[in-house]
C-alpha cells in the first residue's frame, strides 16, 4: 500500500508564496507502474484532509502525481511527481508529500 498527502500553496502571480499550507481536497492523485511508465494506471480523489492511497501493490517501483493548475496564467498545467519503492509484502510505504502551487 501506498499512502501520502496533497497539499495547496498559494502564489501570487510573481510566485512568491501567499499564505499557509492546505489540504487538497478532491485533488486526482495517479499512479505509474514501473520506473520507466509513461501512461498512468489508476487515480484517486483526495480526502477531505488532502490524504489518498493506493492499495493492493506489489513490490516495485511507483510514481505518483497530481497535476498543479494555473488557470490566472498561460502556463501548461504540470505535474509533480514523486516516486515511491515498495520493497516488502504486506508493508505501507509514506510517500512525500505532493505539494501543487495555487496562483
Given at each position: 500500500?501506498?499512502?501520502?498527502?496533497?497539499?495547496?500553496?498559494?502564489?501570487?502571480?510573481?510566485?512568491?508564496?501567499?499564505?499557509?499550507?492546505?489540504?487538497?481536497?478532491?485533488?486526482?492523485?495517479f499512479i505509474i507502474y514501473g520506473p520507466d511508465g509513461t501512461l498512468h494506471n489508476?487515480?484517486?480523489?483526495?480526502?477531505?484532509?488532502?490524504?489518498?492511497?493506493?492499495?493492493?501493490?506489489?513490490?516495485?517501483?511507483?510514481?505518483?502525481?497530481?497535476?498543479?493548475?494555473?488557470?490566472?496564467?498561460?502556463?501548461?498545467?504540470?505535474?509533480?511527481?514523486?516516486?515511491?519503492?515498495?520493497?516488502?509484502?504486506?508493508?505501507?510505504?509514506?510517500?512525500?508529500?505532493?505539494?501543487?502551487?495555487?496562483?
Amino acid at each position: 500500500e501506498i499512502v501520502g498527502n496533497v497539499y495547496i500553496q498559494d502564489k501570487n502571480i510573481n510566485g512568491d508564496n501567499v499564505g499557509d499550507i492546505y489540504p487538497a481536497q478532491d485533488v486526482k492523485v495517479f499512479i505509474i507502474y514501473g520506473p520507466d511508465g509513461t501512461l498512468h494506471n489508476d487515480d484517486y480523489d483526495t480526502s477531505y484532509d488532502g490524504s489518498y492511497h493506493f492499495e493492493f501493490l506489489t513490490n516495485g517501483t511507483y510514481q505518483i502525481f497530481a497535476y498543479q493548475e494555473c488557470p490566472s496564467c498561460d502556463k501548461i498545467d504540470d505535474p509533480v511527481i514523486k516516486t515511491v519503492t515498495i520493497d516488502s509484502k504486506k508493508s505501507t510505504v509514506v510517500a512525500p508529500d505532493i505539494v501543487l502551487d495555487n496562483y
